[in-house]
Structures are given as C-alpha cells and as structure tokens.
C-alpha cells in the first residue's frame, strides 16, 4: 500500500540520515498524502491545488521526516506514534491551509 512519492521521501531521508522509518509509518504517510488527493475538506476550496502540487513532492515528505527525528529525538527509526506525536503539534507547519 506505499505510494511512489512516499517511498522515494522515505528512500532520501534514510540516505541522508541513515535512518529508517517502520512500514506501519509509511503506509500512514501514505494515508495522509491520498486523504489529501482523495478526499478533500470542502473548506479548502482554493487551496486543494496548493496542497496536491505540494505533496507531489518526495523532498516535503523527506524533510518533514527530518523534522520528526530532530523534533521527538528518534534515534533509530521513525514509528507511526513519533508521526502523530510530531503531527499533532505542527500540523499549522504543514498545511497551507489557514485555521479557522
């Protein structure tokens, strides 16, 4: 159930880092980025372009792995709960979308 963006974001980061990430946290990775594609919030109106062109991109999800491992200190590999724990407190970074 990977996706091609995804496992090549996944494939950088580990060569950049040299660490890993659980498939458990690929396949949600993956989730989000078709959740984005496929199943819009009617409120985004304008902004489901932005979001689709973004995460298009393999290099947002390689640097937002980054991010992850810096953020929650993971030391070997990243897991879906360090994703969570890091998404729930910077979803604002990555979304275009301003809250209401």
Excluded at 49 to 58: A, H, I, K, T, V
Aim: charged letters at 25%.
């Amino acid at each position: 159930m990977y996706d091609d963006v995804v496992a090549a974001g996944v494939r950088s980061f580990s060569e950049r880092t040299g660490r890993n990430v659980t498939p458990t946290a690929q396949q949600f990775i993956t989730i989000l980025r078709r959740s984005i594609q496929e199943d819009p919030h009617p409120t985004w109106g304008g902004w489901q372009q932005d979001l689709q062109n973004r995460y298009s991109d393999p290099g947002v999800f390689s640097d937002i792995l980054v991010r992850v491992t810096i953020d929650e200190n993971v030391m070997a590999e990243v897991t879906t709960f360090d994703l969570l724990h890091w998404i729930s407190d910077h979803m604002a970074d990555v979304c275009p979308v301003p809250k209401r």
